[in-house]
C-alpha cells in the first residue's frame, strides 16, 4: 500500500490483558514514530525510531509499554497488564528521513481496555 | 519542560471567511513549527510548515506566520471551506527527529 498501515483497527481487551499494535510504515522511511490520543486530545508522544534503533523512549508512560521495529520496517507496540486508562488511539508515523517535518499518519489502533 | 499549546479549543467560522488559529509555544530551540489538520476518524496530516529562522511562509489557501519575540505561531486559511471542518494542531520539531504536538484547535465552518 501507498500509505502507513495499522492494525488492528479497532480492539477491545479486558484489563489485566497483554496487547500488540502493529505498523507498517510507507516503504522506505526510516522514521517511525508511535503517538497516543485520548479522546478529544492532542497527541502524546510514546517512541520514536530511526532505522530499528530508538533514540527516543521517553514518551513511554511506564514499564509495561514497549516497542520494537524490526527489518527498519514493521513496528509493534505492546502494552502489557492493560489498564483502563491505556484506553485510546495509538496513532503510527512514519517519514522518509530523520528531520523530515511532514510525517505520514495512519488511521491508528483504538484500544478500549473494559 | 516544553511544551506547545493552543489558545481557543473551539473556532467557529462563516464559510468564506478567513480563519486564523493560535499556538503559543515554550521551546526556543525548535528547528522548525508545522501545522497538522485531523478530520474526524482519521490521522493528522501534514499541511504547512516553517523553518525557525522564517516569519512566514504561504502555501495554497493557507499562511504561516511565525513571531519568535513572543513565542507565538499562527495559522490562516483563506476563505474557509467547509472541508477545512478539523482539529488542527501545532507541532515543533526539534533535534531534528522528534515531532511534539500541541492540544488542538477544532475548526468549524457555518454554511
Known amino acids: 500500500g501507498a500509505g502507513v498501515s495499522q492494525s488492528p483497527s479497532n480492539k477491545v481487551t479486558e484489563k489485566g490483558k497483554d496487547v500488540e499494535l502493529r505498523c507498517d510504515p510507507i516503504?522506505?522511511?526510516?522514521?517511525l514514530y508511535w503517538y497516543r490520543q485520548r479522546l478529544g486530545q492532542g497527541l502524546e508522544f510514546l517512541i520514536y525510531f530511526q532505522g530499528n534503533s530508538a533514540p527516543d523512549k521517553s514518551g513511554l508512560p511506564s514499564d509495561r509499554f514497549s516497542a520494537e521495529r524490526t527489518g527498519e520496517s514493521v513496528s509493534t507496540l505492546t502494552i502489557q497488564r492493560t489498564q483502563q486508562e491505556d484506553s485510546a488511539v495509538y496513532l503510527c508515523?512514519?517519514?522518509?528521513?530523520?528531520?523530515?517535518?511532514?510525517?505520514?499518519f495512519g488511521q491508528g489502533t483504538r484500544l478500549t481496555v473494559v | 519542560g516544553e511544551s506547545v499549546g493552543l489558545h481557543l479549543p473551539t473556532l467557529s467560522v462563516q464559510e468564506g471567511d478567513n480563519s486564523i488559529i493560535n499556538c503559543a509555544y515554550s521551546?526556543?530551540?525548535?528547528?522548525?513549527f508545522i501545522w497538522y489538520k485531523q478530520e474526524s476518524g482519521k490521522g493528522p496530516q501534514f499541511i504547512i510548515d516553517i523553518r525557525s529562522n522564517m516569519d512566514k511562509r504561504q502555501g495554497q489557501r493557507v499562511t504561516v506566520l511565525l513571531n519568535k519575540t513572543v513565542k507565538h505561531l499562527s495559522l490562516q486559511i483563506a476563505a474557509t471551506q467547509p472541508g477545512d471542518s478539523a482539529v488542527y494542531f501545532c507541532a515543533e520539531n526539534t533535534a531534528g527527529n522528534k515531532l511534539t504536538f500541541g492540544g488542538g484547535t477544532r475548526v468549524l465552518v457555518k454554511p
Open positions: 521551546n526556543s530551540a525548535s528547528d522548525y
Open positions: 516503504s522506505g522511511h526510516t522514521a
Open positions: 508515523a512514519s517519514s522518509l528521513e530523520r528531520g523530515a517535518t511532514e510525517a505520514f
